[in-house]
């Protein structure tokens, strides 16, 4: 019996992969208590897995992955300081979340974790992986928010938000829009066909962006990350994500979008090159968050990685 069919059998409802939410706890990392999600259904003895979700997301971004891959890895998922459930404590850049994310995982295992990154949890998981060789067994980043030339007119929109000042005004302004015309610039601006997201998905998504509406910290991470990520595409070549990525000794995959709007596509074979061994999975219709449009294709993906 698979999962889905074994939770609908516990439950007594089909719920579709990206619906269901897995349970939730407190751990306290780096001054505050992280909300961390556990795949259900997975046995103790798999090797553990660590999903870091981008600029504005959350746990919940992985649902469908972390469900798919129970039988292989044993998956947690943080609310990132100041995303999600977590409030903000101190800035939330690239940096101060690789901190976070190393002391999660020298308190949760004593393994190397299969890592996971989207957006810029994905830049975070190459920096993580850089610093510390010696807790990732693998490392596979969805649409990594990696220095690109080119930019899209999303990504000058997050540059807007870096700006000093600018960046508050523009959330400021974005947010008095009415609630249904920024979900549906929200589902333009990171999957690849919005009409294909399933109604369960659709109602759990929004649901999540009216709750974050509510959050006192969500518009200072914002702009900490977003200038976070705009320092990184500025830094010198010696200190660039660039140079980290060619230090990564694990396994790397490689995911990318074709119809990505904030991670330039094109860039994905300069980030093959720059990792000593990586593959590359090039999904021409999907947008931002592949592991949410595109479950099935990353988890192929990654279980041909490991295998």
Same mark, same amino acid.
């Given at each position: ?6 939770? %609908? ?14 349970? $939730? ?18 046995? %103790? ?84 992986? $850089? ?30 938000? $870096? ?21 549906? $610039? ?59 990525? %060619? ?61």
């Amino acid at each position: 019996m698979g999962f889905v069919e074994s939770y %609908a059998a516990v439950t007594g409802n089909v719920v579709p992969l990206g619906a269901q939410e897995w349970p $939730a706890r407190r751990v306290p990392v780096a001054g505050v208590d992280l909300l961390v999600r556990d795949v259900p259904g997975a046995a %103790a003895d798999l090797p553990p897995a660590l999903f870091v979700h981008g600029l504005g997301g959350s746990s919940l971004n992985w649902t469908s992955l972390g469900l798919l891959l129970n039988d292989t890895v044993r998956g947690m998922a943080p609310d990132l300081p100041g995303f999600g459930r977590t409030p903000l404590a101190g800035a939330a850049g690239i940096e101060e979340q690789v901190d976070v994310l190393i002391e999660l995982i020298e308190r949760e295992t004593d393994q190397p974790v299969h890592l996971f990154g989207n957006s810029m949890g994905g830049a975070s998981s190459v920096a993580l992986a $850089a610093r510390r060789p010696d807790l990732v067994a693998s490392l596979t980043l969805i649409s990594p928010a990696l220095p690109h030339p080119r930019a899209s007119a999303t990504a000058l929109w997050f540059a807007a938000v $870096a700006t000093p000042r600018l960046g508050r005004v523009v959330l400021e302004r974005t947010r008095r829009l009415p609630f249904d015309r920024r979900f549906r $610039a929200s589902l333009a601006m990171v999957f690849g066909d919005p009409r294909s997201v399933s109604p369960e998905l659709r109602a759990a998504y929004e649901a999540e962006l009216r709750r974050r509406d509510t959050d006192p910290w969500g518009m200072q991470a914002t702009v900490d990350g977003a200038r976070s990520i705009l320092r990184s595409y500025l830094a010198p070549p010696r200190r660039s994500l660039w140079v980290d990525a %060619a230090r990564v000794e694990c396994p790397v995959l490689l995911i990318y979008g074709g119809k990505d709007r904030l991670v330039d596509a094109r860039i994905r074979t300069k980030a093959q090159r720059s990792f000593r061994d990586a593959r590359l999975l090039y999904i021409p219709q999907s947008g931002h968050v592949a592991q949410m449009e595109h479950p099935e294709q990353v988890e192929r993906a990654f279980r041909q990685l490991i295998g």
